[in-house]
């Protein structure tokens, strides 16, 4: 990692939610061990309890909002793999265990630079309740896959609106993630894997980004974040 960035913070209400959007899973599992334990609004004013974030032009400020966005879906990407480790479930999937565990420690890695380039306008952890997908291999696989893409859809989504200055520091992170979503990909659709389809790792030319209000939406639809 760069150096920790040096950010002239004026707010710190960047808390927002994350995860998968309905209908860019690619997996019925997914949608039939999650969707539905959530607190939805619609207009997203509130999602969870947490406040809604509105963006502008790109500015310090900006920067501060967009950063905290993505801790957010830093603390649940990395307290779900820290779940799935500890409740033992992967013990039996060699492969998703190495692949939880690597990831852990990347997205623990990631919670810690931004919460060091944020400083004092870090927002805080909030608790999770991931419904049972982390207790059970075959529902952890497809809950991780939609994660990690809708992650770098999220993080491709908010670039644009970052200053020069700190857009390096979330190119970093957005290119592992990606990397992360390529390897569960291969492992849940790859063969070998009960049901496997052979899907490639790298399915398209392009990724596509995912607006934060869909993002938002995405999240509340989960229920995995408990404020």
């Known amino acids: 990692m760069s150096e920790p ?29 999650v969707v539905g334990g959530g607190t939805f609004v619609a207009g997203g004013l509130l999602v969870g309890g947490l406040p809604r974030v509105a963006l502008g032009k790109p500015s310090a400020a900006q920067d501060g909002k967009i950063l905290n966005f993505a801790l957010l879906l830093e603390y649940l990407e990395s307290e779900f793999y820290v779940d799935a480790v500890n409740k033992g479930a992967l013990l039996l999937e060699p492969r998703l265990l ?26 805080a952890k909030p608790a999770f309740d991931f419904k049972g997908t982390t207790e059970d291999a075959e529902k952890f696989a497809a809950t991780a896959l939609v994660l990690e893409d809708t992650g770098v859809a999220a993080y491709n989504g908010q670039g644009p609106r970052l200053r020069a200055r700190t857009l390096p520091a979330a190119a970093q992170i957005v290119s592992v993630e990606a990397r992360h979503a390529a390897w ?10 009960a049901g496997g389809k052979k899907t490639h790792p790298a399915p398209a030319a392009f990724d596509r980004a995912l607006s934060k209000s869909k993002v938002e939406a995405a999240v509340a639809a989960t229920g995995f974040i408990q404020g």
């Open 98 to 123: 190495s692949f939880a565990m690597t990831v852990r420690d990347h997205e623990l890695a990631h919670v810690e630079f931004l919460r060091q380039a944020l400083g004092g306008a870090a927002i």
């Open 5 to 33: 960035l040096t950010l002239d913070l004026v707010d710190q209400d960047g808390a927002i939610r994350e995860a998968y959007e309905e209908g860019f899973s690619r997996s019925a599992l997914f949608r039939r061990a």
């Open 184 to 193: 569960i990909r291969h492992i849940v659709h790859g063969p070998g894997y």
